[in-house]
């Protein structure tokens, strides 16, 4: 190749970011084939990739992580992550916090106290991630959940209405930014108002431009007024604004609605290409160049990154692409990396000590703030009834589960009563009976009272939100066995607000919005749990 | 106190060995009553105490722990790990071997071969621990597996007779300590012919000495002519040798049978003190002046470190111990760290670099040559018929299984013929009818064929080896109803050893000793079962 076409395939190249391990060997890969191996990850950055998506591993392997792919590059990099509810939801270790809904309820009641918590949030958020040597945080969402049947947003977003989401999500932006770490808008227009999942599948949303400006981009415009960095685009199909290609895709949509009329300046970025609603579609090297032909910036995660740089290269060479396109996106990029703070300077030979510092007393005061302010319990709730009994837990998937330690109080407050936990997720013999009425097959429970623990919310990858199993019938039959003991709900609102009802006064019962063990310590806590003896698992 | 009782506090602090994670936080840690905090770390680590055993996280993270640990003490620490099954076993990135019983299998045909593979095993464990900073492998166990009910030891012992046992532990202990790190023969006299398990009570071994000259000393005996620096005492009760004490804290035990009787000059350390079998009988000081004075040279993880080291003092200033019984066990320590290699000068800014050579070609070598030369199946068995069908999985506990990943082959590859995965453990509902002769409620089972992979063997604190199901009735009831498609046993050669001769000859089945992914992937390759292409999760 000559001189200036390697040069332009560099700038093409720093326009890509691929998704690596958190992880330091690749036999630690979770998921080999998004995850690259160091072989590929060391190629590509000497190539002049521009960013890496990372995902799993401790705090402490991520700050290896990102030293050793500082270290691989040339230039400097974009490390980001999804950290939408703390640095602690992916990396033991730091911080793990309360879904942002919640605080979107708080704001019902409180919104000046919701906003402070909310800008305290991106402070904790982007601080930690700094500390670990990320510079940009793929979040908030900026979605407004207004459909609670949503399997892949849910309590990700910060509001269930748009002026809640829009002040929440702003306030989230100041303070992740005023750490130094960029933050991410997204899904845009808005992915909140769907019910089907675009990891799966592409979803529609059929609403007019008219309904777009009154309900999905108010908490985009919040944020952008409020100087977020980057925007992230949704794999959504949008009728009204563009008939072919789905927003990721779109001029329509990104170009002319989120530069022209929103007048957004920074960084606009793909979700991942890789997912089923684009991949389906398009070739690795096509979406590269339609992504950047809507205005694209950065392409995350393409099927095949040098096919994607070939296709974009190409693309520059057939006149299908603008230099000045490029250009722009060059300088957008240049310009977010010169509002990053570097990384506090580690002494290398003692990041542990370091981590010790990692989160401050301040963000434990605000982890514990935010589960007691969001805990939902009657003002004085009964205290559970003593066993032997059977401590029913409902969980996604046992398997890797990281609310779930088997030192975790769901499981040892309740066996200091006497409860032995029977644990059900979506692989588990069939706990049902077949009869609509009395759907739990007790009989296959050991006796006694049951306190049932349902750790249920949206995830991607799902396929749903969770509240599809029939609870509250289960409720009515353990009621009427006299069976029921008491109630947690950690995660889902929409499913605690079916249940509740359905409850005597006076029955130990309580949600919480977190899943993690110091949410289930706060919510037991409420119901006269105390601490176990074995007690862990705690990462405040 | 006066400057000498300070040093002499302080010497006797290097001769107990605690328990830390690990993890770098303190939040990370598992089992909190046992691991202590930084801060304590930190303290008793300034008071002079002399080792520290680790459990949990990465090789990463255990590299920057053991830095940081060797920083906090003033001299020279005892690093140590169960790390029986290779140091993958408990810190993942590194090699995670088949169980040493399956060698001890191969002995019976390749005696030779399986002397050589010990000893590859041993360089493997020593190198790797050597690269993370430890310096002592808390293995070989040298108990003859004569019980296949034994709980505790099963698959963890080289041998089911005492030749094999020796000859195999021997060569362990050769590799590994060629690698500079020291090896240690455990349980002493022999936990082998046990069916009870000395976590969780003192069980009873009640054999002549004449019988422990035949069956339990000779692979101890094997194990110290081929000099291994320490021995660890066992929790039994001996009645033929002591009356009054358990081996740990028997005079006839530790001074007249292993010093005198069989000339061993290294390092006697007691097996954790804090377990059940000790400390419910003796406080943390009366233990710890027990085995010493029995002839113990270092303590491990007494109840209360700070109480056993002033117990120590207390009973030197009353003379129930000698100073001489005390410097001969500081000279014994300083002679062993004075064997150990130093872990490599590591430039300190590059952890992650420096472990990609962690796991060395010719030890992922040694890692599939293990799993392929133990795999147990017919010459040619018949590949697993295409599903749809139930993928029937039985594991001790599905939280935080590290054999089971989500990309685990024993999930991704039965779905890929179109077998769904329904996973069993002692929490699920329960899956059995309560009829002895058709024991699986299979109503409850989604229709089709049935895969059934059983994950069994002994481990500590589980109560039992696993194979008191009712497996064998379960075979047959699945074959009555022409249901059964295949099988897998991974790790229990005992509970294949029951269910083979129960099948058909042209049934797909098969036995591994391993359980990790990699068992899994070399097994179901055996039964036609390609890789999946999400498929991930190997650590070699």
Request: aromatic letters at 4%; glycine letters at 10%.
């Amino acid at each position: 190749m000559p001189v200036m076409a390697t040069e332009l395939r560099r700038q093409l190249a720093s326009l890509v970011v691929v998704r690596g391990s958190g992880h330091g060997s690749d036999g630690q890969r979770r998921y080999p084939r998004w995850e690259l191996s160091n072989e590929q990850l060391r190629e590509l950055l000497a190539q002049g990739v521009g960013g890496v998506i990372l995902l799993g591993g401790s705090a402490a392997e991520l700050r290896l992580r990102t030293e050793q792919l500082q270290r691989w590059a040339g230039g400097p990099l974009l490390l980001c992550a999804d950290v939408e509810e703390g640095v602690g939801q992916r990396f033991e270790g730091a911080s793990w916090l309360v879904p942002p809904l919640s605080l979107g309820r708080l704001h019902r009641s409180e919104p000046e106290r919701a906003e402070a918590l909310a800008e305290r949030y991106g402070h904790c958020t982007g601080r930690q991630a700094r500390l670990l040597g990320l510079n940009w945080v793929l979040g908030p969402v900026c979605d407004v959940n207004n459909n609670p049947a949503n399997p892949v947003i849910n309590v990700r977003a910060w509001g269930e209405n748009p002026e809640t989401a829009g002040s929440l999500a702003a306030a989230f932006v100041r303070g992740c930014q005023a750490e130094g770490v960029l933050a991410c808008a997204k899904h845009f227009p808005g992915h909140g108002d769907t019910s089907s999942d675009s990891h799966l599948e592409l979803p529609l949303l059929a609403h007019s431009r008219a309904r777009l400006e009154s309900v999905e981009l108010p908490p985009f415009r919040a944020a952008i007024a409020a100087g977020v960095a980057s925007v992230m685009t949704a794999h959504l199909q949008l009728p009204a604004l563009d008939s072919q290609h789905p927003a990721t895709l779109s001029p329509a949509v990104l170009t002319q609605l989120l530069r022209r009329d929103l007048g957004f300046s920074g960084l606009v970025v793909t979700d991942a290409l890789v997912m089923e609603a684009i991949s389906a579609h398009h070739g690795a090297a096509e979406a590269a160049v339609l992504a950047f032909a809507a205005g694209a910036d950065l392409i995350l995660m393409p099927a095949d990154a040098e096919a994607a740089i070939d296709g974009l290269l190409e693309a520059l060479e057939t006149g299908r692409l603008s230099h000045a396109r490029v250009a722009e996106s060059l300088e957008r990029r240049s310009r977010a990396l010169a509002n990053c703070t570097p990384s506090s300077e580690v002494p290398a030979s003692s990041p542990l000590d370091d981590l010790e510092q990692l989160v401050s007393p301040d963000e434990q005061g605000l982890c514990r703030e935010l589960l007691t302010l969001t805990l939902v319990s009657p003002a004085a709730p009964a205290a559970l009834a003593a066993g032997p009994g059977v401590n029913l837990i409902r969980l996604d998937t046992q398997l890797q589960a990281p609310q779930l330690p088997a030192m975790a109080p769901a499981l040892l407050r309740p066996a200091a009563l006497g409860y032995a936990a029977t644990v059900i997720d979506g692989r588990s013999p069939s706990p049902w009976s077949g009869k609509p009425e009395a759907p739990l097959a007790v009989e296959r429970l050991a006796s006694g009272p049951v306190l049932l623990q349902l750790f249920v919310r949206g995830n991607p990858f799902r396929g749903s939100a969770g509240g599809d199993e029939p609870w509250p019938a289960v409720i009515r039959q353990l009621l009427a066995l006299q069976r029921l003991a008491g109630l947690a709900v950690y995660g889902n609102p929409y499913l605690w607000e079916q249940l509740q009802p359905l409850l005597p006064a006076d029955l130990p019962a309580a949600y919480s919005p977190g899943q993690m063990p110091q949410a289930q310590a706060v919510l037991l806590e409420q119901l006269g749990l105390k601490a176990a003896a074995l007690e862990g698992g705690f990462t405040d």
